[in-house]
């Protein structure tokens, strides 16, 4: 239906939704055919943000095939053009704060002049007045009744500005929350990500103790094993609890709603909630909780189901975001 309503950008989504749903059944060269069709759609029509889709999900499993060169040029085009939007969006929206806020200034300038004038220009005809004498005291009377009421007018939209003024303030406030919420998401990535070199450190080293274990005297080799063994059991689930503790504190309420929403969850399923809620890559699970990447996958497909996600039109992290 899209190839015929000729919409290239949406033939793009649709062969991207096809490589996620080959991925959730293991078919990952399937997968990678859809996303570099996907790709190929994506530069035709110059949209980056298809790009950066297909992209991101192609590199992911050239990395699970074994085809590591292949991967990294695609993650780093994906990490390049993911750059670029993120910049050029951030320089647009500083623009467009900095242009409000100086029409703002000149308006409120504009505004304080002429009240200003207004009230000097007010304080003469009065004087005036007065100097007629008595001859003209029903009509200073009624300019004086005109005044009050011009009076009360004003300070009725003296109060407005100063309601939305207030209003204003507190949608500052809102966003200063906000940005202190995106603050705290990152010390949280950058804590999982601390967590994922030291297990790959301790892997790394544990799988070379291994190897070199033979070419040791045979009083050093069980030295050798006792180290081995003391790397594997830092990977315990302490650093898991350290990591949740800093993670309920930013998203107090995010468990408490999983909970009362989803009782059915276990407590791994949960684990997977939250490295989700910061959008996370299944690699990067992978290393963190030593799973492999097909168990990972395998993990975020029944989480699908036990959500009550149906079809790939709705993004899993997008959903838990939401909650």
Not at 175 to 193: V, Y
Not at 278 to 297: P, Y
Request: hydrophobic share 40%; with cysteine; glycine share 4%.
């Amino acid at each position: 239906m899209r190839k015929q309503t000729g919409d290239v950008r949406g033939q793009a989504q649709v062969l991207n939704n096809m490589g996620k749903n080959q991925v959730n059944f293991g078919n990952f060269k399937a997968a990678r055919a859809h996303f570099q069709r996907a790709l190929e759609l994506g530069r035709e029509i110059g949209s980056k943000q298809s790009m950066v889709i297909s992209l991101e999900s192609l590199a992911l499993v050239q990395d699970t095939l074994g085809e590591h060169k292949a991967a990294l040029v695609a993650h780093r085009e994906f990490k390049s053009l993911s750059d670029s939007l993120y910049s050029a969006d951030s320089r647009t929206a500083i623009a467009r704060m900095e242009e409000t806020f100086r029409r703002d200034q000149e308006r409120k300038a504009y505004e304080l002049q002429a009240e200003r004038m207004d009230a000097e220009n007010a304080r003469r005809r009065l004087w005036n007045n007065v100097l007629v004498g008595a001859l003209f005291f029903l009509l200073l009377t009624a300019f004086l009744l005109f005044k009050v009421m011009r009076a009360r007018v004003r300070n009725s939209r003296l109060e407005q500005e100063k309601l939305r003024l207030e209003s204003e303030k507190l949608e500052a406030e809102q966003a200063s929350l906000r940005a202190s919420l995106e603050f705290k998401d990152r010390e949280l990535t950058a804590k999982a990500l601390f967590l994922l070199n030291k297990n790959e450190l301790i892997t790394n080293i544990s799988e070379r103790l291994l190897k070199a274990k033979s070419a040791f005297k045979q009083e050093n080799q069980k030295i050798v094993m006792d180290i081995v063994r003391e790397l594997q059991a830092s990977q315990d689930e302490h650093n898991w609890q350290e990591f949740e503790a800093h993670f309920t504190q930013v998203h107090a309420s995010f468990y408490t709603t999983l909970q009362e929403r989803f009782p059915q969850l276990s407590p791994n399923e949960r684990k997977l909630c939250a490295f989700l809620r910061l959008n996370m890559s299944t690699k990067d699970i992978s290393a963190i909780t030593l799973q492999s990447v097909n168990s990972i996958t395998v993990a975020r497909s029944r989480l699908r189901k036990k959500l009550g996600i149906e079809g790939e039109e709705v993004n899993l992290t997008d959903f838990l975001l939401a909650i």
